[in-house]
């Protein structure tokens, strides 16, 4: 029972040990601050949901990219267009939240917004999005 207990609960406790080693040493804990990406039809789109999102404090930072050209399966065809790329630099733990405020706001049907965990970077970088990014 034991065992079984340390098995179910080593997630936790490697969390734990993570946060608590991060206050003590300063280091990064991989993965506490994401990148979203979120394709917009145009660049006034992509500026009023960038703003929208700074205003809202779900970012503490937006790169808006110029046109790329997409390709995709939409309703059984393929599609061609451009798009722009906004790039949203934010706490892990915001993802959520910034995603369902996107779909609210965004005018495709099904927004693209993904995520990716940050894994590393410059450190001094890192704790300046954690500084602007309110918690929870």
């Not at 207990?5 to 601050?33: E, F, W």
């Not at 599609?79 to 949203?88: G, N, R």
Request: negative net charge.
């Amino acid at each position: 029972e034991v065992l079984t207990l340390l098995v179910l609960m080593y997630p936790l406790l490697r969390g734990l040990a993570l946060h608590l080693h991060s206050a003590v040493t300063g280091s990064y804990i991989p993965g506490t601050h994401s990148i979203a990406f979120v394709s917009c039809l145009n660049e006034q789109i992509a500026r009023d949901i960038a703003r929208a999102i700074m205003d809202k404090k779900l970012a503490a930072y937006v790169n808006i990219l110029p046109k790329s050209s997409a390709l995709y399966f939409w309703k059984g065809e393929l599609e061609e267009s451009t798009e722009i790329l906004l790039l949203v630099k934010t706490r892990t733990s915001k993802i959520g939240e910034l995603s369902n405020y996107v779909r609210s706001i965004h005018p495709f049907e099904i927004p693209d917004i993904i995520s990716l965990p940050i894994d590393q970077g410059n450190p001094l970088y890192l704790k300046w999005i954690e500084e602007n990014v309110p918690r929870d």
